[in-house]
């Protein structure tokens, strides 16, 4: 009998968009409440700030649901616009290359608001250096993406001037994501190796929880449907699915 890995990992990806917009974010806006009514700012605007992650997470799983079972992903390459109708929509251009950016922008929101907690609350920053970072990497992919998909500039890309810049652009947002997310690791690693008890235990599972949900961005693009068709394809959502667990049950003991 043949198994079918492929549909296996279309259940898992809308079995993730489902937990994304459901479970996850109320669970963390019902904490937000509780903090709030207590006068705890710090509790409240880390349940806040995962609130918001997991709703800007849930747009880009969903975005990448519709690209990685989409007949035109596989067909039509990287710098070629859809079908007119789909360019047409008030909401999306899925032309591929202003979709990438799309969801980098998406990207860029959803680590805004658990950021700014940290270098609050943790770090006692008074200037928010890697929130400003992640706040022009947000706007400045946000603008590519108007760019691409109201200005009609996909077909002007054969400027390779524009390519360069764009692409420069991009790196520069690209690095300044990575380092967020190095940074933001490396707080919550802080707080474990520093504290004891429950403290240590919620930093360490809140680590882990989002380290394997950014393994599953790596790991299931490398490996999604129309790369392989092993049971390798499965990582990816796998992944997603622990890494939100093991982070709602971090958040769930009491700690920072």
């Known amino acids: 009998m043949t198994i079918d890995y492929s549909g296996i990992w279309l259940v898992l990806e809308w079995i993730i968009f489902i937990m994304m917009v459901g479970p996850a974010p109320l669970f963390f ?8 009514a207590k006068g705890n700012k710090g509790g409240a605007a880390f349940n806040l700030g995962y609130f918001f992650f997991f709703i800007f997470t849930a747009l880009n799983q969903l975005i990448y649901i519709i690209d990685a079972t989409s007949e ?3 067909a039509i390459g990287w710098d070629q616009i859809l079908d007119a109708e789909i360019i047409s929509t008030v909401l999306f251009d899925f032309a591929l290359k202003s979709q990438i950016i799309l969801m980098l922008c998406l990207f860029f929101w959803s680590f805004v608001p658990i950021m700014f907690p940290i270098e609050k609350y943790i770090r006692k920053s008074e200037m928010y250096p890697i929130t400003i970072l992640l706040l022009i990497g947000a706007i400045t992919s946000a603008i590519l993406w108007f760019v691409f998909c109201y200005l009609l500039i996909p077909q002007p890309l054969e400027l390779i001037g524009l390519q360069i ?7 520069i947002s690209v690095v300044g994501l990575l380092i967020s997310i190095l940074a933001f690791l490396y707080f919550y690693l802080k707080v474990a190796i520093s504290s004891t008890g429950a403290v240590r235990k919620k930093a360490f ?3 882990f929880g989002i380290f394997f ?6 790991g299931g693009n490398l490996t999604r449907p129309n790369v392989t068709d092993t049971p390798f394809e499965l990582i990816g959502p796998i992944c997603l ?4 667990v093991i982070l709602i049950y971090g958040f769930k003991l009491k700690g920072f």
């Open 165 to 171: 810049i764009i692409a420069i652009i991009l790196l």
């Open 241 to 244: 699915i622990l890494g939100i």
């Open 205 to 207: 599972l809140v680590t």
């Open 213 to 218: 949900i950014y393994f599953s961005l790596i």
């Open 72 to 74: 035109y992903s596989a």
């Open 29 to 36: 806006v019902s904490k937000y409440r509780k903090d709030k």
